[in-house]
């Protein structure tokens, strides 16, 4: 049973065709990965998922529910949750307050007016966001401000204030751009982690490295379409995903 | 940063604060600032600059408007005074109410956009205000000669329970007690001890955590399943609110309200204050109404007999000179020295005074107790 369900997405700039008839089935429970090479389209798609972008047609189902023509923040409401190219978070204040804030969110909805509730009266919230941090490494800095992470660390902070929502679906767009050799590796196996938690995840990657040690499923994307789709050992061998991949060259 | 407060500190503040409002006469006497006009200023644009900074300091949304706020108060105030009573607490609840309503529509258009253009919608809607309060909405307003009293104003209330003011001009009360002198600083003191006590409430909540997620991130706030919109919406409304409730006030001194006080240069005085005193801070923006308004006071009330005087050590071409050259920064031209001690501020204390006084505080505990900030310096990241 797809959790997320893609069906003839098209999306145009201007006279660019960005996305052209894309479909796509993500299973409950699966990592599913979104390659391909620059300009393919990866990223357009992922931001037709989250409302940032609207695609031209059809269907965006998510479990369920449509995700065509509604607000980032109710998309998140029924159960998606995103990790940025660049980690966005609340860098003005500490960890566990960036942690909160998601967590807030999961509990009271869009919007609360709660003026005259205390902050300190919270220490459930509180412990399950330390909890939360503690299960990333990052117990140690809960106080500390957000902005002076490091770009891995704020990666894991990125990940916990997802996860804390408990997310039916974890997008991720490109995860590791821009980390250390040994960023990376800490950041897959702490993705491989989350995936055992039976997270559905959808990753857009460059890193081959990184596709490879977690997806099972993959999806090239190559000028707007889809043009294999199935799983990483097959990818590999996939003549069509070669020539538009690496020009021929082998993976 | 602001994340686990303790209750101990919170309530030993507030009752500094309630200290410092009930002795602030005694206090600020040998500053020669210990007579109830200008304390209850002083309280008055406290409260303005409080509420101004839950909107500024939290969320960053930098209104130029809040002037038209503080205009919109002494309008429905003294039309309160006018037709039902003379008793201060219908006027205030008026003011404050109307000013809500105001506040939202003004906000619900001006938040649609962010950053600078969010300041001069809020910068054009002012004018605007003035403008009509000049102009159009003279009916309301009496135009130039701004709203006042008169003796055959129809105080329905008033005449209900039968008080007659007879041949004289009536004068505010709260509940029989006038609202002049003393009792009228301490009217004032009260509601800036309950508008300082919510403004804290506010910082402390899960709401005030959300208002400062907006200044940090509102990205990542909408992808985290927030509507940032009513959050922004609600801290404007509550900041507009506190402006009126500042300008009701100030028709409580004086029941006179002219469109002058909704001009633009009222809306940066505000600001000016909030950034002075500390933005973002709970004690900061009051700390910083009061230091405006002192040194308005002090300065805006040399002359040149007063400057003569101080420099006659000199001898009598210097003297001239002297005098010549401090005259431009005193009596009308005071504001050249608010704007020379603000650039000093901004540059040597850009947290404000409030990072000063921390720093003067971090001073001492340092050498109390052999240094307790393991938190204060960043730690290497990995």
């Known amino acids: 049973m797809p959790i997320l369900t893609v069906r003839n997405v098209n999306k145009r700039f201007g006279g660019l065709k960005a996305l052209n008839e894309v479909n796509l089935e993500v299973e409950e429970g699966t990592v599913h990965a979104i390659i391909g090479p620059n300009g393919a389209g990866k990223s357009t798609l992922l931001n037709c998922f989250v409302g940032r972008l609207e695609p031209d047609t059809d269907t965006v189902d998510f479990d369920g529910t449509s995700l065509l023509g509604i607000k980032p923040h109710e998309i998140n409401q029924v159960g998606v949750s995103r990790v940025f190219q660049t980690p966005e978070i609340f860098g003005d204040l500490s960890l566990v307050e960036n942690v909160m804030i998601p967590a807030l969110a999961k509990r009271d909805g869009a919007f609360k007016l709660n003026g005259w509730s205390a902050m300190n009266g919270e220490t459930e919230l509180r412990q399950k966001s330390m909890e939360m941090l503690g299960d990333l490494g990052l117990a140690d800095q809960a106080e500390q401000q957000a902005s002076q992470l490091s770009r891995g660390d704020k990666r894991r902070l990125e990940l916990a204030m997802c996860l804390i929502q408990d997310p039916k679906l974890l997008l991720l767009d490109e995860p590791t751009a821009g980390m250390a050799r040994a960023d990376t590796n800490n950041t897959i196996d702490l993705l491989k982690e989350i995936a055992k938690r039976g997270i559905t995840m959808v990753v857009i990657e460059h890193d081959m490295h990184v596709v490879f040690s977690l997806a099972d499923k993959i999806s090239v994307l190559a000028q707007g379409t889809v043009i294999a789709e199935d799983l990483p050992e097959k990818i590999k061998g996939n003549p069509k995903v070669q020539e538009a991949y690496l020009g021929g060259a082998h993976l | ?382």
């Open chain 2, 1 to 382: 940063m602001l994340t686990q407060t303790s209750k101990k500190g919170d309530l030993l503040l507030l009752l500094g604060f309630v200290l410092a409002v009930a002795f602030g006469p005694i206090i600020l006497q040998p500053f020669g600032a210990g007579y109830p006009d200008l304390l209850q200023k002083f309280a008055i644009f406290g409260i303005f600059a409080i509420g101004f900074n839950i909107l500024f300091g939290l969320t960053g949304y930098l209104s130029f408007g809040h002037a038209a706020f503080l205009g919109v108060g002494p309008y429905t105030a003294v039309w309160s005074f006018k037709l039902l009573t003379m008793n201060v607490v219908p006027a205030i609840i008026f003011a404050v109410v109307v000013s809500g309503v105001f506040a939202l529509l003004i906000g619900f258009v001006s938040l649609r956009r962010s950053g600078i253009y969010f300041s001069i919608l809020t910068l054009a809607f002012a004018q605007m205000s003035y403008n009509l309060a000049y102009s159009v909405l003279t009916p309301i307003t009496n135009g130039e000669t701004g709203l006042q009293l008169r003796q055959h104003d129809p105080r329905v209330i008033d005449t209900m329970f039968g008080i007659n003011y007879g041949a004289e001009l009536p004068s505010t009360t709260l509940f029989g007690i006038p609202m002049s002198g003393w009792s009228g600083y301490y009217f004032c003191g009260v509601v800036l001890i309950i508008m300082f006590y919510i403004s804290m409430r506010i910082f402390r909540s899960p709401f005030g955590m959300m208002l400062r997620a907006v200044k940090s991130n509102q990205n990542r706030m909408n992808y985290t399943g927030l509507n940032t919109r009513p959050y922004t919406l609600a801290a404007f409304v509550i900041s507009g609110m506190y402006a009126d409730l500042a300008g009701g006030l100030m028709a409580v001194t004086d029941p006179l309200a002219g469109a002058e006080r909704m001009q633009w240069t009222a809306s940066g005085e505000v600001v000016l204050m909030t950034i002075l005193g500390g933005t973002g801070t709970l004690l900061g923006p009051v700390i910083g109404a009061g230091a405006i308004k002192y040194f308005e006071n002090i300065f805006s009330a040399f002359n040149e007999g007063t400057l003569l005087q101080i420099f006659s050590f000199l001898p009598e071409g210097l003297q001239h000179a002297a005098v010549s050259v401090a005259a431009l920064f005193v009596g009308e031209g005071w504001h050249l020295t608010l704007g020379a001690l603000f650039m000093i501020i901004v540059i040597f204390l850009p947290g404000g005074l409030m990072e000063g006084v921390n720093r003067i505080m971090r001073l001492f505990t340092k050498s109390g107790s052999g240094g307790s900030s393991p938190q204060a310096t960043a730690q290497p990241a990995e």
